[in-house]
């Protein structure tokens, strides 16, 4: 065995009942080597939880692997243990077939390392566990398979360049070997001619060339007989002039085949260096293989990764994989199994009609443990099981004629073999405990029987019709009913379990459906006891209660549904008048940030003035410290007013807005710095203002207060100087040069866009300020790129009524005139 014996494994386990050598065999069917088959066929339930947890580690990786579609080669997987210990033996060759064996084997090993070396993209860091135990092939065999290959052909002889030496014989054998048929072709034409010759064709006895020759005259030909046909007719002669050349020919064979030992042997002490490699490469493939075999059946039968934990007994949507295999071959389908015990509730009392899935409900809880613990995904949703150090069952007609053993006797002994290996960790199963007796003492010996597992501590699970049973059940701590469900309408078997409740036996009714003589049938009812006739119809209104139960409960489920689905429409819906008032509420801070900006800019040009003029830098920067508070004070009450709604409708929520306009009225239109008149209101907060004989359209957000002093109406130029004079302890003056220091234009060349576009703000600005009616920009020719973005720049400011480009005495394209308002 190439793979290491199962660590721990369960000390008792009643193997043949509970199925398990059927199960690993179809698992086995799905290795690709006979070593990946016998080493699922060797798997048995551990106790280690470690290998446990390891192996469905593994398997996991593999199904990734699976999943990908990804192709592991295994093809030349076979033990080279032998092999290798005997190309290590002084002076052995391994033969042509054997060397083969082991370049298939190191071509497997050495596309195992390429795939772990260079996995997939998506699996990239996601086999940790397969590349570990891949860690010790640190060589690579690709060498060894690539000599082997190159000396020996697919039909197993040897290359003819195998060897130069090997070359040279062959070469010269087959000039040996022309000139032998030559000279046997001049004696048969001799022959022919005295008609001596049986046969015109040349032919080899005992590795030597010789012709056929008519018995009755063979003394013709000068030779050496080597043998005779079956009818003595003919006789094969080596003729004397060809007998040298023969000998010389096999002087060569010989030659040819200590060359080909030689070669083998030099082939075999390159097996011997690798031997240790190899034998460790086909241990992994060897684990491969079985964890491929599992990984295969665990995508077939859609199982699941177990868990583990010593409190918890969960079986949800189980199938024993025999039942579902056998299914599949009719179009059955198997009625998945669910079941749960705890470490409080640790007995389960089955009951239920005949032919109801008991029994099969009860091998499907230990096989699925059973998988579990020997590292084989289990056909279930979701599982999770205590680790058993004991599968304890005693399942079936244990009747032996041979050992003298009634039905009834074989059952006593295999329950007290299972009463004395039965502790805490023992999985024990019990189908239809209390038969095959008087039927008034089996009940009674069915609950002592249960009750000794159940102080024991074990894991049990018991199917009985016994009714003392079902009353054990409800009125022990520690032990659950659970009934095998059947059809309302039918009375058939439907395979569901409930857990909680006991179930009816409906043995009458179990026989009238597989179609016993009515009378009998009426005759059974007849007889039936009132007491046993109370208890069933007891259980029949139980089950018709719980089906009920569960039919308000499929409906609660869809409503369920139904209300999830409104849910998120309404989410949905929600989340669209979430953007919109997003958006809403990105507009108010925009329009606040217009407003921001524009009080920043007036007194940006204050400050410059103030820095010209008098140098005021410690009042300009009270000023900004106290707009950005006045600022921050809008914004946060903008953000709190649209949270909460608060804004809606309500003007004074939004203080930097004019709350009042209304035709004639004066406003200071902020992106120009003019007042102006408002004449109409074209459309809400959308206004018609004249500046002159000039018609313009602002938004509410683009208009303010006009200052109290300054500016004519319709006309008038809001001065920021004026507004600076009015603030208490500040005054400022305009001096008359300013306009004759102001220089008429202003030189961009060597900026960036953004740098020239920041320059001439301030520029325009000052001559705004300074009253220039008309500035030249010079930006230069270049490749056009500081000339467009200028002049876009000046199409959008404020302050420009009109650009032009400059006469060629002025700089031309190099520089553009701009026409400032007044």
Known sequence: MLLDPIPSPVGHADLAALEWEPLVALVAGYAASPVGRAAILAFAPSTDEAWIGRQHQLVGEVRLLVEEQLSIALGGLFDPTQLAAKARIEGAALEAGELQSVARLA???????????????????????????????????????????????????????????????????????????????????????????????????????????RAELKRRVHGVIHGASSSGQTVYVEPLETIEQNNELMRLLDEEQEEIHRIFLALTRLVAGYAQTLVEGAQVLALVDSLLARARFAR??????????????????????????????????????????????????????????????????????????????????????????????????????????????????????????????????????????????????????????LAAGAWSLISTHHTS?????????????????????????????????????????????????????????????????????????????????ETERKKTREEQYALNLERKRLEREGDVEMRNRVRELEAKLASLMKDFEFQMRENVRVIEDRAAQQKLSKEAERRIQRLRREFQESFNQAVVAHRTGADQGDANAQPHLLRHIAPGDRVLIKSMGKVGVVQREVENDLFEIALGPIKMRCKRDECSAPPASGGDSGQGKYDPLAAARRQKGVRISVSSENAEAMRMEINLIGRTVDEATGELEKYLDRAFLAGLPRVRVIHGHGAGILRRGVREFLKSHPHVAGIEEAAQNEGGQGATLVELRQ
Not at 379 to 406: K, N, R, Y
Not at 486 to 511: K, M, R, W
Not at 521 to 548: P, V, Y
């Open 300 to 453: 077939a039968y859609g199982c699941a990764t177990p868990t583990f934990g010593p409190d918890l007994l969960l079986v949800r949507g189980g199938r024993h994989p025999l039942l579902e295999k056998r299914l599949r071959a009719t179009g059955g389908e198997v009625v998945p199994l669910h079941m749960e015990l705890t470490a409080s509730e640790r007995q389960l009392i089955l009951s239920g009609p005949n032919t109801g899935g008991k029994t099969v409900a009860l091998k499907t809880t230990a096989l699925l443990a059973m998988m579990a613990q020997a590292g084989i995904p289990v056909p279930a949703e979701a599982a999770s099981f205590p680790v058993f150090t004991a599968f304890l069952a005693d399942i079936g007609d244990a009747q032996s004629i041979e050992a003298a053993l009634s039905t009834f006797s074989a059952h006593i002994t295999n329950l007290d073999r299972l009463s004395r290996q039965a502790g805490e960790r023992a999985l024990v199963l019990l189908d239809e405990l209390g038969s095959a007796t008087d039927p008034e003492e089996g009940p009674a010996l069915a609950v002592a029987v249960a009750a000794h597992f």
């Open 107 to 213: 071509n497997d090993v050495a596309a195992w390392q390429a795939l772990l070396r260079e996995p997939p993209a998506r699996l990239a860091g996601k086999l940790p566990g397969l590349s570990e135990v891949s860690s010790a092939l640190m060589t690579n065999l690709r060498p060894l398979a690539e000599s082997i290959e190159r000396k020996i052909q697919p039909d197993g002889s040897l290359a003819d360049d195998a060897s130069p030496e090997l070359a040279r014989i062959r070469r010269e054998q087959e000039r040996q070997q022309r000139a032998i048929e030559e000279s046997l072709r001049a004696a048969l034409r001799k022959l022919t001619g005295e008609g001596a010759t049986q046969d015109d064709l040349i032919t080899i006895r005992g590795e030597r060339f010789v012709i056929p020759v």
């Open 469 to 549: 049973l079902k009353v054990y059940a409800a009125n022990t701590p520690g032990v659950r009913n659970a009934a095998a469900g059947v059809d309302e309408g039918t009375l058939a078997p439907n395979y569901h379990f409930h857990l909680g409740v006991p179930g009816a036996s409906a043995g009458i009714q179990t026989a009238e459906r597989l179609g016993l003589n009515a009378a009998i049938i009426a005759a059974a009812r007849a007889r039936l006891g009132s007491q046993q006739a109370d208890i069933a119809r007891f259980l029949d209104k139980l089950h018709s209660e719980l089906t009920e139960l």
